[in-house]
């Protein structure tokens, strides 16, 4: 079974701060991505990346940074942490040239 | 922008009946997925149709695609308390495995 684990489930941090998310899948998947979901607007593509060190902007990339050094990690940044980006933070991943997506627990981040 | 529309927004049914939700697109699709996700946790993938199928099951779903009315739907026969969950229709138009998921259906199956 294809496993996609986040570093938290929960996290709790102040207006300013570095955040950073981790994802880590263990299927040697090429395809990783993270998305932000939010009461109706679903879930939103922040960035996504095809190879190790390769990454693409989403739909909503503003306020975020990413890092891929290694195949089985893509780390979502949030370089100064804003009240507006408290939010359900989704990883997932996927083979190349199959379209579905493998989806972690998600973290809930909270921005005060 | 949001490709996918799914309606109802929210869906309260009791035990044992179906559940119908469906699911809007604005372009020209390569795939149509349906995911569900539990309270709090992450989407699990459910079915995939490709633009050329019409109507594909799997266990107790059925999904339909009309390419020509830019709409899909998902139907689950004989519901279950375990299926209360949020449904998402996902849409993509080839390439880097891109897709772009739609806002979803709460269904609250009661026991």
């Known amino acids: 079974d294809v496993k996609v684990t986040q570093s938290s489930r929960y996290l709790v941090k102040r207006t300013g701060e570095k955040v950073f998310l981790e994802c880590v899948q263990d299927m040697d998947h090429e395809n990783m991505f993270w998305y932000r979901q939010d009461p109706g607007l679903g879930l939103r593509l922040i960035y996504f990346?095809?190879?190790?060190?390769?990454?693409e902007k989403g739909d909503i990339p503003e306020g975020y940074s990413v890092s891929r050094e290694k195949k089985e990690r893509f780390s979502l940044i949030l370089e100064s942490a804003s009240t507006n980006q408290t939010s359900m933070y989704l990883c997932?991943?996927?083979?190349?040239?199959?379209?579905?997506?493998?989806f972690g627990p998600g973290t809930r981040l909270t921005v005060l | 922008s949001q490709q996918g529309e799914e309606d109802p927004q929210a869906l309260s049914i009791q035990e044992g009946e179906n559940a119908t939700m469906n699911c809007s697109y604005k372009t020209s699709i390569n795939n149509l997925q349906w995911y569900r996700q539990n309270s709090g946790r992450g989407l699990v993938h459910l079915i995939l149709?490709?633009?050329?199928?019409r109507e594909k099951h799997s266990g107790r779903l059925r999904v339909t695609l009309d390419t020509s009315k830019k709409s899909s739907s998902l139907l689950i026969t004989a519901s279950r308390a375990a299926d209360t969950a949020s449904y998402f229709c996902?849409?993509?138009?080839?390439?880097?495995?891109?897709?772009?998921f739609g806002t979803g259906t709460k269904l609250q199956v009661i026991p």
């Open positions: 997932a991943s996927s083979l190349t040239g199959s379209i579905e997506q493998f």
């Open positions: 990346s095809y190879d190790v060190k390769m990454k």
């Open positions: 996902a849409t993509d138009r080839g390439g880097y495995q891109k897709v772009t």
């Open positions: 149709i490709r633009s050329n199928e």
